[in-house]
């Protein structure tokens, strides 16, 4: 059985070390506006929540363990996408890589607790949809075509930003693949062997991603380190959410339903309103 099409992603909460230095990086530098504050909590985002923050003073890097790879931000535009790129070449922003993967283009880079962040735009859906698994790739981005599109550089994301999907560190593919494909619903759109595989609803590229690359075989990463706390799946309404918990065979609860993959990441599946595909 098949989660809902309309089933996407929703906000990623993150423990970090320094509240006020994780607030500077993702405002100055990602681009983001917090939403709310309160008692060593923050919610930012755009016109929507996109990301939570915990604060837990001294946590170290979760990097190795199981947890989160990268949140990644879609954008509404490819024009979004070079302001963005712009600004973070005006300011100099540390980056990881740019990329272009044929289904979209995409900017890496990682926050002061090593939390990764993609920020992209898809290509065109007409150019990939049914295609996923023979189109996507890994090639260096064409930044000059990029900046074709560029009127202005601008370091706030726009309205419209969502979370097109969560990256995750798991400990094992195929377990992984089983528990998102076979038991959630998601469909397996690519896979790279026992190393990544991603899967989505609604013929999407992905909405999730997993890799053994740093965590095969590691456990979730531990309280003390800046971490995954939970990634938000979005389904569109409370009778798809009883049906994935009818699958689970387990309760909703107010909220949603609360569970783990098998490499032990935290998720919070609950009814969003207005769902969509990314």
């Known amino acids: 059985m098949e989660i809902a099409p309309a089933t996407r992603m929703g906000p990623v909460e993150l423990s970090v070390s320094d509240l006020e230095r994780t607030l500077d990086y993702w405002q100055g530098v990602v681009g983001l506006r917090v939403l709310a504050r309160d008692n060593g909590r923050a919610s930012l ?28 931000l879609l954008l509404p535009s490819r024009r979004d996408l070079a302001r963005w790129l712009a600004h973070a070449g005006q300011d100099r922003v540390a980056l990881e890589g740019l990329s272009d993967h044929a289904v979209s283009e995409a900017i890496y880079l990682r926050d002061p607790d090593e939390h990764g962040v993609e920020i992209y735009a898809d290509r065109p859906r007409e150019l990939w949809e049914g295609r996923v698994r023979e189109l996507m790739t890994t090639i260096p981005l064409d930044v000059d075509s990029l900046f074709g599109e560029l ?87 409370v009778e798809e959410l009883e049906r994935v918990a ?18 032990g990441n935290p998720l919070l599946l609950t009814a969003g309103v207005g769902a969509r595909p990314a």
């Not at 985002?45 to 979760?62: H, K, N, Q």
């Not at 909220?255 to 993959?261: A, K, L, P, R, S």
Request: proline share 6%; net charge negative.
């Open 246 to 263: 009818g699958r689970l065979e387990v309760d909703v609860e107010e909220g949603g339903i609360t569970v783990e993959d098998p490499s």
């Open 151 to 237: 009127d202005e550089p601008r370091v706030e994301l726009p309205d419209g930003t969502v979370v097109g999907h969560t990256h995750l560190c798991v400990s094992d593919v195929d377990d992984t693949v089983h528990f998102y494909r076979d038991e959630l619903g998601f469909e397996l759109m690519a896979q790279l062997g026992p190393m990544a595989a991603f899967l989505a609803a609604g013929g999407y590229h992905h909405h999730v991603g997993a890799n053994t690359w740093e965590s095969r075989d590691r456990p979730k990463a531990p309280a003390g380190t800046a971490r995954l706390l939970e990634a938000t799946i979005l389904v569109p309404d």
């Open 45 to 72: 985002g755009a016109d929507t929540e996109l990301v939570r923050f915990v604060e837990e003073p001294g946590a170290g890097s979760a990097r190795g363990f199981a947890g989160l790879f990268h949140v990644a």
